[in-house]
């Protein structure tokens, strides 16, 4: 299994993997918004004849981005720069690998070293054992927030962040 970073000639791949996996769901053009504004911190898993198995989707937040996009999420004034994960998963069958764990790594490395991201931030539903296991436990990361009814179905949200400095 190889991990790269994300190129435009993956976001087919990435969608149909989302598709699988979670439902929350994006237009392509806002897997080429993510491609096109912060090229270095998104990455994928690809088997051996290039199929994409699994992903990380994300974006920096608090950084002067104005030149590049009108995203209100950006624009937080006086907010440190920070990373946000945006979408990750991994196909079924190629669960329990270390895949997730080291796209993590990878993007939060890029985040740091690239875009100077002081922390990265994410939310996941309360009930995700999987995801929560791999940030809290196997990453590091704490519950900063609850947001209440934060998903289309009303399910609570953990904000959870990881400082890198
Ligand atoms: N139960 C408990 N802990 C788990 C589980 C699980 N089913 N899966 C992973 N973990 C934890 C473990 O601590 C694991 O370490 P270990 O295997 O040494 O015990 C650690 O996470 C690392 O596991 P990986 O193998 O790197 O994780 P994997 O590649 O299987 O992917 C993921 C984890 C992304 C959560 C996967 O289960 C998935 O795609 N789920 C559906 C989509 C999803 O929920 N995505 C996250 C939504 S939130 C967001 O996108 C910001």
Redesign the pocket.
């Known amino acids: 299994m190889n991990i790269r970073v994300m190129r435009v000639e993956d976001m087919m791949g990435m969608q149909a993997c989302n598709l699988q ?2 439902p929350e769901n994006y237009t392509m053009r806002y897997y080429m918004y993510h491609a096109m504004t912060w090229p270095s911190i998104s990455y994928v898993a690809e088997d051996h004849k290039g199929r994409i198995v ?1 992903y990380i989707l994300a974006k920096m937040c608090g950084c002067d981005n104005s030149t590049f996009t009108r995203d209100e999420e950006l624009s937080e004034p006086g907010k440190e720069p920070h990373g946000h ?1 945006t ?4 196909l079924r069958s ?9 796209l993590m790594l990878q993007s939060q490395e890029a985040m740091a070293n690239i875009y100077r991201a002081t922390y990265v931030s ?3 539903r309360k009930s ?4 929560l ?2 940030y809290r ?2 990453l590091g990361f704490t519950v900063k927030d609850i947001e209440k009814g934060y998903y289309a179905d009303g399910e609570d949200a953990y904000s959870m962040r990881l400082s890198l400095k």
């Open positions: 996996n979670l699994g994960v979408s990750i998963s991994v190629y669960r329990r690998l270390g895949l997730a764990k080291k994410l939310h996941v995700n054992r999987a995801a296991g791999l436990d196997t």
